[in-house]
Each structure stands twice: as C-alpha cells, then as structure tokens.
C-alpha cells in the first residue's frame, strides 16, 4: 500500500466502516483499566490522528459511545458487535485515538511507549521493549 493512500477500516461485524488518511505520527500501548475491560486484553493499542483526517464510511448509525466518568476518554464503539473503533477526550476534540485492532491495513505507525504502567495487570506484565512508560497518559 502506498504511503499516502488511505488505510481503511471496519468494526468485527463490518456494518462501521472508515478510512484514515495518512500521516500518522503517534501510536500508544494503554494498560489502564478501562481499555483492558473494553477490549477483553493487556488494554489497547491506539494511533493519535487528527479528526479531519477520519473518514466515516458507513455505520454511523451503529456507533455508541461511552464514557466511564467525566474528565476520562469517551469509549466509541459498534452497539452490534461491540467492537471499539476509537476514544475521544471531548466531543469537540481535535484529535481521536484510533484502535489499531480495527484498521484492515498496516498504517505503518507503530506504538512508541506505554502509558498507564501503573494500572497494568499481574498477569500481563509490561514488556522490556525499550519504549518510554508513563505511569498514566503523558500530557503531550
């Protein structure tokens, strides 16, 4: 896949469907609590990208949000299969956390540190990978 084209993807049940336009600079490993009960795993995997460059090709309408408290990430994800497609800090934010597990191409980011260390599970412990840890999320 060329590097400018866009990188596509889709909830498990394929009724939410988007693409991303490139480029895209950041992606993250999250241990915290919530995207570990979300996702069912360690937490997630997301890529910073600015709003404007997401692209919504179907399902709206299949798309619930939810946020666990205020002043947390709002959770957006398919009400038919439950899969998160990505989180957002406010609803008038510039930029969202794609969840690189709903991308249907390689987008050629990869995660460069851990954040919420401090909340990762005995059973899955942080890998020595190199990469930066923040105990939570790093402001910039």
């Known amino acids: ?31 915290c609590e919530y995207c570990r009960k979300h996702s069912g795993n360690f937490g997630s995997v997301s890529m910073e990208v600015p709003r404007e460059q997401m692209r ?22 398919c009400r038919r299969c439950g899969s998160g497609v990505y989180g957002i800090d406010e609803p008038e934010s510039e930029t969202i956390w794609v969840r690189m597990s709903a991308l249907d191409a390689d987008p050629g ?8 260390v401090s909340s990762a599970p005995a059973w899955f412990p942080v890998p020595e990978d190199g990469l930066p840890r923040y105990e939570q999320r790093p402001t910039s």
């Open 1 to 31: 896949m060329p590097e400018n084209d866009p990188v596509p993807g889709s909830c498990l049940c394929g009724g939410v469907r988007f693409e991303l336009t490139p480029p895209f600079e950041l992606a993250s490993y999250c241990h």
């Open 56 to 77: 919504l090709l179907s399902g709206e309408e299949l798309l619930e949000s939810w946020q666990p408290a205020p002043g947390l990430v709002i959770r957006v994800f």
């Open 109 to 116: 980011v990869r995660p460069s540190r851990h954040t919420w």
